[in-house]
């Protein structure tokens, strides 16, 4: 650090006005950022990470109120006027948010969107306006910036949309750039894009980069220091090297416990369980309206022939890329779509010729668990009634007292309060939802449950309890489990097998040890590469090679191998012929080259 910080914030507090009184969110945190330094503030949902920034820049609600004291340069900025203030943001100091899509103005293609940051920043006329947008663009690493300049929002990825806000926060080359958890919403592999990136910027451009996030494996591989906050105070402060060894607080120990690390899980053993679900050649299609008066109709193919098996008591993950079929596979197993092509056979049943009532009895066989454990919940019904919905559905003839019996059991089998019954949704954590949730699934005794996403939206200390408790009952009830995620650290604690999806296909399918030690396919390798490691020393000398580009269209999928465009062993061969699963190691793999993997 350099003598005089860039940034130096001393006893910060942050104060809201509420009808049950006042609530304090920040509480008298000091820190500092040193220009060229990145500095990582660590903490679960509720710890006052992004009202800290906020407070910093003026951003509060209405109701809001900072105090204390942020020196930025010569000038406190909680002490300076709105006009004043308002010169700093953008120029001085930039913001990029964690959810571009709602950052974006949808009204706005990008390229009026950058234009206005320039011109209102820099005093630029339209056209060098344009031109230097374009430039922008293109330092983020967006090919063709001059045709994205007309495109809107909707029309990009996410991961595009974030480079695009990456872009607007730096044209004006701030001397502090915030990212407020840049790259939650993202794919691992994307994820690992935008952090090369904003290291990359920031070193070329000298700024100082202040990191908001609840993943310890990013701090790890991307920040100099680190502040731990809980509650609105800080509970750890120091270089990135001496909080990974030597926690100097309890709360900063049980963050780094609760992390999953890729490189390191414990062993299940396999499950000797009868084969309960078998489906084969499973395709879905969707019509897609044709763009043109006298354009064919076409077909999205979503799932592209994929073959699953699933035993009582086995959990099979499933991991891939947003837009890689995962979910519509879960939506074509759970019969909530019907398959276009292939076979579903559970427990003896043909699933595909099932429809109207004969389908609607055998879902109790087969539950789901949803991402978003609070919009899963009806908002208007109680604890008891969600949990009870299943057993008035399947179990007519149980009476009202038996069904509070059995729900009351499950809450607590659960980890929830039976007292809380007659509660709502909106009064519990969104890990104690989740609960709920688990509770609705399993309150009819199903032998599969499909969890898509269950953890993501959750912070880690509630991931790993949720992770916890489905192995543990899975182990008590003999659940065969299919585990759908983005985070490959999650997938290898939990389960047995894992396949890897990419554009509609399985590229990959083999036991989780030998697919985390021995990964045959070069898309798998990928993926494992772009996982972070909760280990600064690990993860800045890990030789990685991450993938570049994004999952091409499902309308125009490329000839042979659909992972050819990014993939570093293609050869003529992949664009000729489509690899089939076959078997190399201990692994099935569709892959030409998967030896030389």
């Known amino acids: 650090m350099s003598a005089a910080p860039l940034l130096s914030v001393r006893n910060l507090r942050v104060r809201f006005s509420t009808p049950d009184g006042e609530v304090e969110a920040v509480r ?173 910027l920031t070193r070329a451009h000298g700024t100082a980069l202040i990191l908001i996030t609840h993943d310890l494996g990013v701090v790890a591989g991307s920040c100099d220091r680190v502040l731990v906050m809980e509650r609105g105070e800080a509970r750890d402060y120091a270089p990135v090297e001496r909080l990974f060894a030597r926690p100097g607080h309890a709360y900063t120990r049980a963050l780094l416990d609760a992390v999953p690390r890729i490189d390191r899980a414990a062993q299940r053993p396999p499950p000797a369980g009868e084969i309960l679900l078998q489906a084969q050649d499973l395709q879905v299609e969707f019509p897609v309206r044709p763009e043109g008066l006298f354009a064919r109709p076409r077909r999205l193919k979503a799932v592209a022939g994929v073959d699953l098996s699933l035993r009582a008591g086995e959990t099979v993950g499933v991991v891939g890329e947003s837009g890689c079929g995962k979910s519509t596979l879960a939506r074509a197993v759970l019969r909530l779509l019907r398959p276009t092509a292939g076979r579903i056979v559970m427990l003896g049943k043909a699933l595909q010729e099932l429809d109207g009532e004969p389908l609607r009895r055998f879902r109790r ?90 953890v993501s939206a959750l912070d880690v200390t509630v991931q790993a309890q949720i992770v916890r408790l489905l192995t543990e009952l899975q182990d008590e009830l003999g659940l065969a489990l299919m585990f759908i995620a983005h985070d490959l650290a999650v997938v290898r604690q939990l389960s047995h097998r894992v396949m890897v999806m990419y554009l509609g296909r399985a590229v990959e399918v083999a036991e989780v040890r030998s697919l985390y030690e021995q990964p045959r396919h070069p898309y798998t390798r990928a993926l494992l590469d772009a996982v972070p490691v909760p280990d600064p020393v690990v993860e800045r000398t890990r030789q990685r090679v991450l993938l570049s580009g994004e999952l091409p269209s499902p309308l125009s999928p490329p000839s042979g191998c659909a992972f050819r465009g990014r993939c570093p062993l293609a050869q003529a061969r992949c664009a000729e012929e489509r690899p089939a699963l076959r078997p190399a190691g201990a692994s099935l793999v569709a892959c030409h080259f998967a030896d030389e993997a």
């Open 28 to 200: 008298g945190i000091d820190f500092d950022v040193a220009a060229g330094e990145t500095l990582g503030i660590v903490g679960e949902s509720g710890s006052g990470k992004s009202q800290t920034v906020l407070a910093l820049l003026g951003l509060l609600a209405d109701n809001g109120q900072a105090s204390g004291q942020a020196r930025f340069g010569d000038r406190d900025l909680l002490a300076l006027p709105e006009a004043e203030l308002a010169a700093i943001r953008g120029s001085g100091i930039s913001v990029v948010f964690q959810d571009p899509m709602t950052a974006l103005n949808p009204y706005l293609s990008i390229g009026e969107q950058l234009g206005l940051v320039l011109r209102h920043k820099q005093g630029l006329g339209r056209r060098e306006a344009r031109a230097r947008a374009a430039d922008a663009l293109e330092s983020v690493h967006i090919s063709e910036p001059q045709r994205r300049l007309a495109m809107y929002p909707h029309e990009l990825s996410g991961g595009m949309r974030q480079r695009v806000m990456l872009a607007a926060a730096l044209a004006c080359e701030p001397a502090l750039l915030i990212a407020d958890e840049p790259t939650t919403a993202l794919d691992v592999t994307v994820q690992a894009q935008i952090l090369a990136l904003l290291a990359e």
């Open 365 to 454: 066989h087969l539950q789901v668990v949803f991402q978003d454990p609070l919009a899963a919940l009806d908002p208007r019904m109680t604890v008891r009634d969600i949990v009870a919905e299943p057993l008035q559905n399947f179990e007519p003839s149980l009476n009202p007292a038996a069904v509070t019996e059995r729900v009351a059991a499950m809450l607590e089998r659960v980890g929830l309060e039976p007292a809380h019954l007659n509660r709502y949704p909106h009064q519990f954590s969104g890990g104690q939802c989740q609960r709920i949730g688990i509770a609705r699934a399993l309150i009819i005794r199903p032998e599969l449950v499909i969890c898509d996403e269950p």
